[in-house]
């Protein structure tokens, strides 16, 4: 049974800092996606992540694959209170069903 | 036209009550979801469907009743729910072939079951 770990559960962080979240996961998954969630939303997708070494980069933030180590990171520059969220690691199995299996989840906070 | 619409958005229903969630996507995608998340946890998977079969039931209480009556449409039929089932209820759609097996979410469902 595939499980997906993320740390840390909660991040409290200030303005203009970096830092970076870790997903973790059991058995075999090629397929890693990186979701963020606001309060009371839905989930808004932020990367796909479809093989080795894989990087990935959309404004302040950064994915990467490694799928020897079982390992994505989600890396965070110079963070801005917008980016305040839940943001959620998920590993895909059973191509075909796109069959998600999810992280704790992490709950980033910006402060000013 | 990257929507998942998911109606109604929000439902309050009594435990002796039948409601109908309903999805809808007109990416052509032939994978479609139905997720459950409650409050401050990650979404579950609960049931899958492939070409308008379901493929995967993560042994869901059979309340939960699943039906994909054409490619675009998902309905997800409630009855005799529970207070614990209260919770947000997530569409989601997917290609079944191709490069990039993406899911994309409706905005959701918020259930509450009194």
């Known amino acids: 049974e595939l499980k997906v770990e993320q740390n840390p559960l909660f991040l409290s962080m200030q303005e203009g800092k970096n830092y970076t979240i870790y997903c973790n996961y059991s058995?075999?998954?090629?397929?890693l996606y990186w979701y963020r969630q606001d309060p009371g939303k839905s989930l808004e997708s932020l990367f796909v992540?479809?093989?080795?070494?894989a990087v990935k980069q959309e404004g302040r933030l950064m994915a990467s694959l490694d799928t020897k180590a079982r390992l994505s990171t989600l890396h965070i520059t110079a963070a801005v209170h917008d980016l305040s969220a839940t943001y959620f690691c998920a590993a895909g199995t059973n191509f075909g069903n796109e069959k998600l299996t999810f992280g704790t989840g992490t709950r980033l906070t910006i402060i000013p | 036209d990257t929507e998942v619409t998911q109606t109604p958005k929000h439902l309050v229903m009594g435990m002796t009550n039948k409601k109908s969630l309903k999805c809808e996507q007109h990416?052509?995608?032939?994978?479609m979801y139905w997720y459950k998340q409650k409050a401050k946890k990650p979404p579950e998977l609960m049931f899958v469907y492939s070409y308008e079969k379901l493929s995967i039931n993560e042994s869901v209480p059979s309340r939960f009743s699943p039906e994909c009556p054409n490619s675009s449409l998902l309905n997800l039929h409630l009855h005799a729910l529970q207070p614990e089932d209260s919770a947000l209820y997530l569409c989601a759609s997917s290609q079944v072939s191709g490069a990039i097996p993406e899911a994309f979410f409706g905005q959701g469902t918020r259930l509450t079951v009194v």
């Open positions: 058995t075999t998954s090629d397929r």
């Open positions: 992540l479809l093989s080795n070494g």
């Open positions: 990416m052509g995608h032939r994978a």
